[in-house]
């Protein structure tokens, strides 16, 4: 689990620490985030420009997983985004790094915070960086892992969480390509839909259920032709989960 958290960062640059020997990078990059509004967790995709404009966006709530276009501005550290029903984004640029050059852009960053505001309504906003992107960010997403709409991914993906958090072991193995992998305390390859079944408690324990309770099954991570969700608590190929990493 750790390497994977430590390879989301190295995608295509490093924020958390980044490296000032090597120049920001130029042109258009797209860069993946998630968190909080209030108590509502969200994800934000923008895009920016050379690291510091922005080139446009969207977020989306994980209870609808419905984009939500974005415009904006960056003015040094500070990130001004508003959506169409009239919420405006007031953040600023913020990083963990115990010592960085001013302002932060983007690419010296580790996220955002700041409030969301719309008519007499505020609440406090705290974002992460996630992921980077060279471009505009895939297109179709799940190009790289199968022909299928991207619609039609994430569907398949939401009937397997849904299946493990309320224990209806059959809608979650209609989403599993085995043989599954299962790492963790026990590693296990699932060959069939028996051996899910019988292995159903020692694999979704309620530690693994509640890291699969956060997972945002939206524009998921893609790499080497399969998807993830929850930091790498469960992967997706094609067919279905391939791959399982339960807390350990």
Do not use: C
């Not at 960056?74 to 640029?93: I, K, M, N, R, S």
């Amino acid at each position: 689990m750790k390497a994977v958290t430590i390879f989301l960062f190295l995608v295509a640059f490093t924020f958390a620490a980044p490296s000032f020997a090597q120049s920001p990078p130029t042109g258009l990059s797209t860069i993946e985030m998630s968190g909080t509004i209030g108590t509502y967790r969200v994800g934000l995709n923008v895009s920016v420009r050379d690291s510091a404009q922005f080139a446009g966006g969207h977020y989306f709530y994980a209870s609808r997983l419905a984009n939500i276009p974005l415009t904006g501005r960056v003015d040094g550290e500070t990130v001004t985004l508003t959506e169409p029903g009239g919420g405006v984004f007031h953040l600023h640029l913020v990083t963990n790094a115990a010592t960085t050059d001013r302002p932060l852009s983007f690419y010296t960053s580790t996220g955002l915070v700041g409030t969301w505001t719309s008519g007499s309504a505020t609440l406090p906003v705290s974002l992460g960086i996630e992921t980077v992107y060279p471009g505009m960010g895939p297109t179709p997403w799940y190009g790289d892992v199968t022909t299928r709409s991207d619609a039609a991914f994430e569907t398949m993906v939401r009937h397997f969480l849904h299946g493990a958090l309320t224990g209806n072991r059959q809608e979650a193995a209609q989403a599993v390509s085995f043989p599954l992998r299962v790492n963790g305390e026990k590693r296990l390859i699932i060959r069939s839909k028996s051996s899910f079944y019988a292995h159903w408690n020692d694999i979704f324990t309620p530690t693994y259920l509640a890291v699969l309770r956060n997972a945002i099954p939206h524009e998921m991570f893609v790499r080497d032709g399969q998807a993830m969700v929850g930091n790498g608590a469960a992967w997706f190929g094609a067919k279905g989960a391939t791959s399982l990493n339960p807390p350990s």
